[in-house]
């Protein structure tokens, strides 16, 4: 089985996780628990921060680790990988629940008050969900990317994929996977294809929504970020 597929089960179970997700959106506000992550935010502060390089997630609740403790989110468990090697990088987790592009394109400039060395970008997801305009998606995205691109013309980019529910159609399915491959080419990026591939589907490594990673979750997501983003540290 490709990494880019589910089986039939697994199908169904993300896909019932993000109609129920979307159902609840379509309800109004409504109180939540979100761990309290904001840019500018470091992980660990064991090394000052003016000797640090900064590595900057910028994404939607995947990143801020929805309903979880922010040291229990994917980009926290990377500082840990970081910090148990002795490297000088500071992560920053500028995740914001229920970010589509078009709010992150809005964000992007305050969040880069703080300028990265290196730029993991994980949005659209609630694009695909709510069957906003791919080509809208892809615009917004490319802005980001050139804003921090502006910002740090030296800067290191990851892009992370995310897949929608099949029930929006072949088409519309297909051509919002090709969103992030093709941003990846264009700007020559590294690409994650898929960030949840070891997880959705999986009720075990899912909260009750059957869409957001529990901790279990999480560290799965970490162990395929920190794949792509160790080749980008300086282990010296």
């Known amino acids: 089985m490709s990494n ?28 939540e628990k979100l761990p309290p992550i904001l840019p500018g935010k470091r992980v660990a502060e064991s090394i000052p921060s003016s000797q640090k390089k900064v590595i900057l997630f910028f994404g939607n609740s995947i990143t801020a680790g929805y309903q979880l403790d922010m040291d229990q989110a994917f980009p926290a468990i990377i500082q840990q990988k970081i910090d148990s090697l002795g490297l000088s990088y500071q992560v920053i987790n500028a995740g914001l629940s229920g970010e589509t592009t078009a709010s992150g394109k809005n964000r992007i400039d305050w969040v880069l008050r703080t300028v990265p060395d290196i730029f993991v970008l994980e949005l659209g997801a609630n694009d695909g969900l709510r069957g906003l305009p791919l080509r809208e998606t ?22 992370a994929g995310m897949e929608v529910p099949p029930n929006l159609g072949e088409a519309y399915t297909s051509q919002f996977r090709n969103i992030f491959s093709n941003l990846a080419k264009k700007n020559s990026v590294l690409l994650i294809p898929f960030l949840l591939v070891d997880v959705a589907g999986k009720s075990i490594l899912n909260l009750s929504d059957g869409i957001h990673p529990t901790p279990e979750g999480h560290l799965l997501i970490a162990e395929l970020v920190w794949e792509r983003l160790l080749p980008l540290l300086e282990l010296n």
């Open 4 to 31: 880019l597929q589910f089986n039939q089960d697994e199908i169904m179970r993300f896909l019932m996780g993000c109609l129920s997700l979307l159902w609840v959106g379509c309800q109004g506000p409504k109180k």
């Open 138 to 159: 892809s615009k917004n995205l490319q802005v980001i990317l050139d804003k921090v691109k502006l910002i740090n013309p030296e800067v290191k980019i990851v892009i």
